[in-house]
């Protein structure tokens, strides 16, 4: 089947959507073949082992499963085992330490009484209500054609009216500062709005609402067995399906045609050539306008903004606040995440400046999931550990030069190391050299490694999850300038996220095309 040249769609890009796509398109008869340009499938959630000798295979980019609907895994066949953490977050502060609880309710209630009394747990209560009723709005519509903003209000009733309004119309920080009194439960929700790119909460452009639309509103689910679980299974039902799937495969340049498009790639480093009616590509504008022949240029909120970095823990560390680390870690653990805090880091940034006290959040997988580590790492009480940071643009990154991610890490571990009661670095592991386990990726980085334009995670600023004008209306939000060439990664409409959404609704367009 490989040797074929002549096929109904072609998949630019093995990632997780290129995998979706693929497997409901050749599940409906269509001849399909998945081209992607690294030695392995997956994409950015793939699972490696990062540390030379160290069996911890350990998600290297993305790490938690956010929006995949179960609609998806029900369709698909896919066999997941999807686990709730059971702490959802824990802050440190001055005087304690917030944690929020997945699994006990009066936990949470009682904690949140500690840090803002009675009144600020009603707050927060009637602010996550407001987000309940806004998911239940959003996340089923992912999956369906796009709606226009009238048809999305005209049905509104009054509680979804009033989450519309303070998520949709105006920008998140005055909804924030209305509802919450308190400055560290602020910035808990401000992160959900800001991730991945460099927002603020009053941004006019309101890209920090687009984003908080889609990571504000689902719960982050742990794959048991790391993110190369999942690709192991959409590997498993693409292959069941009749997709063919070549790695190595770098595509040059697709040549548009009136009744089927001609595509040139090196396979190998062995040139080829293919044509197919349907071209499907998973992967950001501005490779896309390269593969077309064609300029790019992107917009200022399409720059990507984070730090990731990942460890490998001989023991994790104790905490000042005494709560115990295989609580604080099993969640979301928080770094300068107060409202103030992040806001200032912002204005750091926009003065070009790296931020003194940058935002991060930490996790570790292997509370709840040991099993992405050998038996003998586990015995030997070892643990991987997450760090997510904010606020380092691309364009800043670039900026530090080669030093950038040592310059960067260095305030992150500022941060999270001032809420230890002794030094993270005295916890990490070593390699088979003798070096610490430690890896770091600025947005320059996710660039080099994955082709993510400007290091954005998302590929380009997220879109609403309604239609950008009348002519999208009814569409599924994938088209580009081009017929029958369809976005089917992040830079579609509704994309981000680890969510399959973009490579489901690709492969809805090419199936109404067909009708």
Known sequence: MASRRSWDVVVVGGGHNGLVAATYLARAGLSVIVLERLSRLGGATSSQQVFAGVEARLS????????????????LGLRLDLRRRAIAACAPYEDGALVLSNVDRARTRESVESLAGAHGARQLAKLERLQHVYGELVLPSLVRPLRGRDEWTAGLDAEQRDAWDRFVEHPIGVALEEMLDDDLLRGIILTDAKTGVSTEAHDPRLLQNRIFAYHGTGEWSVPVGGMG??????????????????????????????????????LREHPLELDAKWVLVNAGPQVLASMLGRAHEPADEDEGAVMKANMLLRRLPRLKSGVDPREAFAG??????????????????????????????????????PSILSPALRAAGCHSLTLFGYD??????????????????????????AMLDEPLEDCLATDIEGRPCLEVKTAVDLEADLGLDRGNIFHKAMTWFFADGEEEAGTWGVGTAVPRVYRAGSSAARGGAVSGVPGHNAAQQVLADRR
Request: charged fraction near 25%.
């Open 392 to 417: 380092i643009p691309y364009q800043l990154a670039r900026a530090l030069g080669a030093d950038a991610a040592e310059l960067v890490w260095e305030r992150y571990l500022a941060g999270i190391n």
């Open 60 to 75: 290297r980019y993305s790490y938690l499963i956010s929006l995949l609907p179960r609609k998806l895994i029900a369709e």
């Open 229 to 266: 679980a999942l690709v192991s299974e959409l590997e498993r039902v693409a292959g069941e399906a009749g997709a063919v799937k070549l790695t190595d495969a770098v595509v040059e340049r697709i040549h548009p045609g009136v009744e089927r498009h001609h595509i040139e790639l090196s």
């Open 332 to 369: 979301t653990f928080r770094i300068n995440e107060h409202y103030s805090q992040m806001q200032q880091a912002h204005r750091d940034v926009v003065a070009g400046e790296l931020p003194d006290r940058p935002p991060a959040e930490v996790y570790c997988h292997t509370l709840t999931d």
